[in-house]
């Protein structure tokens, strides 16, 4: 059962390139979620969304994009990057109810550098 | 809107010491609250929950304990070791919503 899997783990864009980090998750979730870390700040939610066909916007989602068009995939897109991107990102993934509702499962996390 | 303030760190401590994390929230209904701990390198994972006032909640050897007269949830721990070396970030998420809302982080570091 691997989980949360993210790619790429390391990545360095120069100013202006877009890229997708991409996210997939073997645990038949509903609700799955990109965050960003930054140092002494936390993590700040990017995106999430409920289903396949469904997202919204989170705090911070200005400059990126997201798509769910399968339960497993959320691929996160960064269009135009900027040096404010430069951010460890986090995917993670959680059931609609149950037991379970509100434990998130992370994936290893995705270092961006933007030059 | 809900938010939740931890003490800052980084915390770095001998080993069997006691370790206690302060957590305090702020939120408009009554939220389930967490603490989820960051191995060097590693993503975040679930270390203990508490769903509402008065819950404990346990793992490893940490505890917690939901206290809604002071809006806390501090984490403790009675002897810790070289290996809860982490980052432990407090966390909540009001009823009825399944998003997430995170403190900074505390970086703790445990020396042998």
């Known amino acids: 059962n691997a989980g949360v899997t993210q790619t790429p783990k390391f990545r360095i864009l120069k100013i202006g390139q877009s890229m997708t980090l991409q996210c997939a998750q073997d645990?038949?979730?509903?609700?799955m979620y990109w965050y960003r870390q930054d140092p002494g700040m936390g993590l700040k939610l990017i995106y999430y969304?409920?289903?396949?066909?469904?997202?919204d916007k989170g705090e911070v989602p200005n400059g990126y994009n997201v798509s769910r068009s399968t339960t497993e995939d959320f691929p996160l897109r960064l269009e135009l990057a900027a040096p404010s991107q430069t951010s460890v990102y986090f995917c993670?993934?959680?059931?609609?109810?149950?037991?379970?509702?509100?434990?998130?499962?992370f994936g290893a996390g995705s270092r961006l550098t933007v030059l | 809107g809900d938010s939740v303030t931890q003490m800052e760190g980084p915390v770095t401590l001998s080993e069997e010491a006691f370790l206690t994390i302060n957590c305090t929230y702020t939120?408009?209904?009554?939220?389930?609250l967490f603490w989820y701990v960051q191995y060097p390198g590693e993503g975040l994972q679930l270390l203990l929950k508490?769903?509402?006032?008065?819950d404990k909640g346990s793992n490893k050897g940490f505890e917690a304990t939901y206290r809604k007269e002071t809006t806390s949830f501090h984490l403790e721990k009675g002897s810790v070791q070289v290996s809860d070396s982490a980052v432990y970030f407090c966390?909540?998420?009001?009823?009825?919503?399944?998003?997430?809302?995170f403190g900074a982080g505390t970086t703790v570091t445990v020396r042998a």
């Open positions: 939120a408009t209904g009554y939220p389930s």
């Open positions: 993670a993934s959680s059931p609609a109810g149950g037991k379970g509702a509100n434990v998130l499962t």
């Open positions: 645990m038949n979730h509903n609700y």
């Open positions: 969304s409920v289903g396949a066909g469904i997202t």
């Open positions: 966390a909540l998420s009001d009823r009825g919503d399944y998003k997430l809302s």
């Open positions: 508490a769903t509402k006032a008065d």
